[in-house]
């Protein structure tokens, strides 16, 4: 057993975008697991830091179109209906949110979500600092 070369050949370069979307998918899951009692914040705080990260990764789906992080929702949103908030023990259970039902249409091309190009000119993406992360619609005149 040498320890010295026990890793070689098997530690990888991550992108930055990888990194990126791997860091929201921990934030995600930190803010589920997370617990109202341990970070001594209300209910309300604790709800909505959830909701800002997983509206991070909703934009990324849709917006952006990053499939991967699709899938990765779509399961999430099953651990999410089965038991909300698991630590969240001083929180009132109808205080949840319910998640949306995710949806991706693939192109009969590629694995590319396409309504990444719609949903781009469709909606502008209000900063996630807002105070709900919501998209609004812009007005055009439709022919």
Known sequence: FNAK??????????????????????NLYNSYYGSADETDINCVKFINNFKLNYDKCLSECYVEGVIKICNVLKSFKNLYELNKFPYAKTCQKNTFLSLPELSTFHSHNDEKLTNNKIGKKLAKVISFHSAYGLHQISPRKVY
């Open 5 to 26: 070369h026990k890793l070689r050949g098997k530690i990888h370069f991550i992108s930055d975008t990888d990194f990126k979307n791997m860091y929201m998918l921990y």
